[in-house]
C-alpha cells in the first residue's frame, strides 16, 4: 500500500469521514454519559448479570443453530441448482431486511400456543413461546441469513476445482466435505459464525413480540437496557457500555480471523 | 481394450468415440475449444453426457441409464494447474487418495513417500503448498495422481502452465511414469505427443478427425489440425558434445539450455518451416548439413513439403519448382543449430 497511488479524489474522502463521525460520535457520547462511580454496581446487579449471562447463553445457542443448518444451506444454494433457486435464496435472506417485529410476530403465529405448529408442540408437552427457546429461536431466524450469505460467497470465491480433483482421486462426497471443502472455507463459516452471534447478541424486536421479557428466562441484555432506560438511565448507559464492548470484541476477533487465514 | 466410451452433447457440439488399449497412452490433439478437455471431464465424471456409453476394463462409466460417480471410477485427473489441497503438507496431499481408498494413516503415508521418491520429490514431503515452485507443485501432483492408483491416468495440458525451463526435466518423469500405464494426455505441444504417446487423436469441432500411432498421424498428416503440426522432424540417438548423435549416424548440432550429460538417450525435435533445400552443398553458417535422397513431394498452395526418410522440409512451392525436384533426386537439407531442440529421452 505504503506510496501507491489510490486515485480517489478527495472530496470522497471528507465524505467518508463524514460518515466514520457519525458512526464514532454516539460510541464516544455513551463513553461519556457513563457515570464511572455507579459504573461497577450498576453492571454488576443481580437483574443486569441475570441479562447478560442469559444474552451470552442464547447468542452461544443460536450461533451453534445457525452453523448447523446454516453450512448446509450456503452448500445446497452453492453448490447445487434447483428450479427455483433464486426464490429460494431471496426467501431465505428475508429476514435480513425484514423488521424484527415482524419476525417476531411470524414466529408467534408459527410456534404459539394458537400457532401453526404450536397447538401440536403442546400435545406434546412442548410449550416455546414465553421461554428461553423462544428466545434462542428468536435470535436464529434473524441471525441465520448472515452465515447462509457470507458462507455462500466464500463457496462461490472457492469453486469447484479442489472438489472435481478430490472426487477424481476416489473420495467419496462425504469425505470431500470433511476433508477438502469445509477446511477451505473454515475461514468463512467463522467469519460467518461471529457475524451472527454479533445479530443475535443484538437481538430485540423478535425477541421482545415472540419471547416477552421475564428477568431470567427471556430478558437479554438489549431488553433489559430498554426497560432500565425508563427507571434508571444511568444503568441504560452502563450496559449499553458493556453490549458495546462486546461488540467490538466480537468484530476484532472476525477482523483477526479473516486476516489470518485469509487468502 | 481398456476403455471404450463414446459420448455425444449436442449443446456443447460433442460427438466423440474413443478407446483405448491396457496400457497404452493417447495424446489429444486439437485446436482450442475443439472438445478435448470436455472429453477428459465425461470420461472423468465431472460432466454427464446426453448420449453414449463408456466402459473401464469391463466396469460401465456411463450409459442410457446407468452413471458411476467419479470417486468409484478409478480415473485420475491432472490439470495444468496442480490444485494441490492449501491446507494439507505435501505428505498429506499425495496420502489423499490411499487414505480415500481406506488405507490406514501409517499405510497412506508409506505410499505417499513412495510415490513422491518416483517423481524425485521426497524432500518435499513436510512442505506447504504454497511454498512450491509450479514446477515442483505439479511434480507432487503426478504423485498424488499416481497415488490414487487409477485405471486411467488423465492429463490435460501438464505441462503447459511450467516455465520453458522446468517443462523438460517434468515430461521427463512422466515418459518415466507413462511407461505401461493406460494414460489420456491431452497437449498442445507436439513434443509431448512424440515423447509420452503411443498414438495420437485430432479433435476439431468435437469430432475425432485423426487417429493412429504419433508417428505417422504426424508425419501424414490428412487432417488439417494434423498438418500444422505435421512433419515435424524426430531423430532419436544419443546426445554428444554441442547436440545429437542419431541412430542412423548422423551428426546433429543443437543449441541447448542445459549442458546435456553425453552418451544418453534423447531426441531432437525441428520444424520443417526450418529446412533449407539446396542442390549443391551449402557452405554456409548453418551447421546441420545432411545428404539426402527426395522420397515425396506434397504440395499445399504456395508450401510445399519436401521428404527425404524420415526428414521433411517445407519451402515454397515456387522454390521446389526452380530446384526441379523430383523423387529420387539427390538434394541437401540445411538446418540452423538454434532452430534445433533436443530433449533427453
Known amino acids: 500500500m505504503s506510496g501507491s497511488y ?133 435470535q436464529t431466524f434473524v441471525a441465520l441469513p448472515f452465515l447462509v450469505l457470507s458462507l455462500e460467497g466464500a463457496l462461490r470465491t472457492a469453486g469447484t476445482r479442489y472438489e472435481a480433483v478430490a472426487a477424481t482421486l476416489g473420495a467419496r462426497p462425504t469425505t470431500v466435505l470433511r476433508r477438502v471443502s469445509l477446511p477451505l472455507v473454515g475461514p468463512g463459516i467463522v467469519s460467518g459464525a461471529v457475524l451472527s452471534f454479533a445479530r443475535a447478541l443484538g437481538e430485540f424486536g423478535a425477541t421482545l413480540t415472540f419471547a416477552g421479557s421475564l428477568q431470567g428466562v427471556t430478558r437479554t441484555l438489549p431488553l433489559e437496557i430498554y426497560l432500565q432506560r425508563e427507571t434508571d438511565p444511568d444503568a441504560a448507559v452502563a450496559l449499553s457500555l458493556v453490549l458495546v464492548a462486546v461488540a467490538v470484541l466480537v468484530v476484532a476477533l472476525a477482523h483477526r480471523i479473516h486476516e489470518g487465514t485469509g487468502p | 481394450m481398456n476403455l471404450v466410451a463414446s459420448a455425444k452433447i449436442p449443446t456443447r457440439n460433442i460427438d466423440l468415440r474413443l478407446s483405448l488399449s491396457a496400457g497404452e497412452t493417447v495424446a489429444v490433439m486439437g485446436p482450442n475449444g475443439a472438445g478435448k478437455s470436455t472429453l477428459l471431464a465425461v470420461l472423468a465424471g465431472l460432466i454427464r453426457p446426453d448420449h453414449g456409453s463408456a466402459s473401464l476394463n469391463g466396469k460401465t462409466l456411463y450409459d442410457d441409464g446407468a452413471w458411476l460417480p467419479p470417486h468409484a471410477r478409478g480415473i485420475a485427473l491432472l490439470a495444468q494447474d496442480a490444485l494441490l489441497f492449501p491446507h494439507l503438507s505435501v505428505l498429506e496431499n499425495v496420502a489423499f487418495g490411499p487414505r480415500s481408498a481406506g488405507a490406514s494413516r501409517s499405510a497412506a503415508r508409506q505410499a505417499a513417500n513412495r510415490w513422491l521418491q518416483e517423481v524425485d520429490a521426497a524432500d518435499l514431503a513436510g512442505h506447504r503448498p504454497s511454498r512450491l515452485s509450479g514446477g515442483q507443485a505439479q511434480r507432487v501432483a503426478v504423485a498424488r495422481a499416481l497415488a490414487a492408483e487409477p485405471a486411467l491416468l488423465l492429463l490435460d495440458e501438464p505441462l503447459a502452465a511450467l516455465d520453458i525451463s522446468v517443462a523438460p526435466v517434468l515430461r521427463r518423469t512422466l515418459r518415466r511414469v507413462l511407461e505401461g500405464r493406460s494414460a489420456i494426455i491431452v497437449t498442445h505441444d507436439v513434443v509431448d505427443a512424440l515423447l509420452l504417446a503411443d498414438r495420437v487423436v485430432i479433435i476439431d469441432g468435437g469430432r475425432i478427425v485423426e487417429d493412429g500411432p504419433t508417428r505417422s498421424v504426424l508425419e501424414r498428416p490428412r487432417s488439417r489440425f494434423a498438418a500444422g503440426l505435421a512433419g515435424v522432424n524426430l531423430l532419436t540417438g544419443t546426445t554428444a558434445a554441442g547436440g545429437l548423435h542419431t541412430s542412423t549416424g548422423l551428426q546433429l548440432a543443437a543449441l541447448t539450455e542445459e549442458d546435456l550429460p553425453p552418451g544418453k538417450d534423447a531426441a531432437a525435435v525441428f520444424s520443417p518451416r526450418a529446412v533449407a533445400v539446396h542442390r549443391l552443398r551449402p557452405t554456409g553458417s548453418p551447421r546441420n548439413v545432411f545428404s539426402v535422397t527426395v522420397t515425396d513431394l506434397e504440395q499445399h498452395g504456395p508450401r510445399t513439403t519436401v521428404r527425404a526418410g524420415h526428414l521433411s522440409a517445407e519451402i515454397t512451392t515456387a522454390s521446389a519448382a526452380d530446384l526441379d525436384l523430383l523423387p529420387g533426386t539427390g538434394m541437401y537439407f540445411s538446418v540452423k543449430s538454434a532452430e534445433v531442440t533436443v530433449y533427453l529421452l
Open chain 1, 6 to 138: 489510490s486515485g480517489i479524489p478527495r472530496w470522497v474522502l471528507a465524505v467518508a469521514a463524514a460518515g466514520a463521525l457519525f458512526l464514532l460520535v454516539p460510541l464516544a457520547a455513551i463513553v461519556l454519559r457513563v457515570d464511572w462511580t455507579r459504573f461497577g454496581a450498576l453492571v454488576s446487579s443481580e437483574p443486569s448479570r441475570a441479562a447478560l449471562l442469559l444474552s451470552l447463553q442464547t447468542s452461544g445457542t443460536s450461533t451453534a443453530l445457525c452453523v448447523l443448518f446454516g453450512v448446509p444451506m450456503a452448500f445446497a444454494l452453492a453448490r447445487t441448482r434447483f428450479r427455483g433457486q433464486r426464490v429460494v435464496r431471496a426467501l431465505v435472506l428475508l429476514p435480513l431486511v425484514l423488521p424484527p417485529v415482524v419476525g417476531g410476530i411470524a414466529l408467534l403465529y408459527t410456534f404459539g400456543r394458537q400457532g401453526l405448529l404450536g397447538e401440536s408442540l403442546r400435545i406434546l408437552g412442548v410449550d416455546i413461546a414465553f421461554s428461553t427457546a423462544a428466545v434462542v429461536l428468536a
